[in-house]
């Protein structure tokens, strides 16, 4: 029994060790962005765990979305955006920065299971959970963060 809880506590520190070290280097995870600062971030249209739309625009700010570790992600989505049901590996937390994000969990996009969720607003996309979304005449700006990597699978 104690030789199990020893190898338990092994595999755990080497993961920890794992996850804290990149190429025999410690990374430094210190992040701190100012308003200006996430501005100037370089965007781009697709990446792991978007939705590949050219009205979407993302930014890394923390981690790398297809590599295993924790990430964040800034979306700015187009107004009048629709992004179809689909469903990522990880799950994932998210905080409406701006505009409204309308939101909903299922196979196909239907109004009737949105949810408007206005700045402030917070939501889950559990793995494998269908979800869908889409932007009004404002757009919107949402926060993601998840344990990578991810990926964006759409229901067929």
Same mark, same amino acid.
């Not at 939501?123 to 344990?147: C, D, K, M, N």
């Given at each position: ?16 060790g794992t996850s804290a070290?990149?190429?025999? +280097?410690?990374?430094?995870? &210190?992040?701190?962005? @100012? /308003?200006?600062?996430? $501005?100037? %971030?370089?965007?781009?249209?697709? =990446? ?35 992004? +179809?049901?689909?469903?990522? &590996?990880?799950?994932? @937390? /998210?905080?409406?920065? $701006?505009? %409204?994000?309308?939101?909903?969990? =299922? ?10 969720l206005a700045r402030g ?30 990926? @964006?699978?759409?229901?067929?």
């Open positions: 029994m104690r030789a199990i809880a020893i190898h338990r506590i092994v595999a755990v520190l080497a993961v920890l070290a990149i190429g025999g +280097q410690e990374r430094d995870t &210190r992040v701190r962005l @100012t /308003a200006a600062e996430v $501005d100037a %971030v370089r965007t781009e249209v697709a =990446g792991a765990g978007t939705s590949g739309l050219p009205a979407v625009t993302t930014r890394v700010l923390f981690g790398e979305p297809s590599r295993p570790g924790l990430y964040t992600i800034e979306l700015r989505i187009a107004p009048n955006t629709t992004i +179809q049901a689909h469903t990522h &590996r990880d799950t994932r @937390t /998210a905080i409406v920065l $701006d505009g %409204v994000w309308y939101f909903g969990y =299922g196979g196909r996009h239907e109004q009737t299971a949105e949810k408007a607003s917070f939501y889950t996309e559990p793995s494998g959970q269908l979800h869908f979304a889409r932007t009004g005449p404002g757009g919107a700006t949402v926060e993601i963060t998840g344990y990578g990597p991810t990926d @964006t699978m759409y229901a067929k």
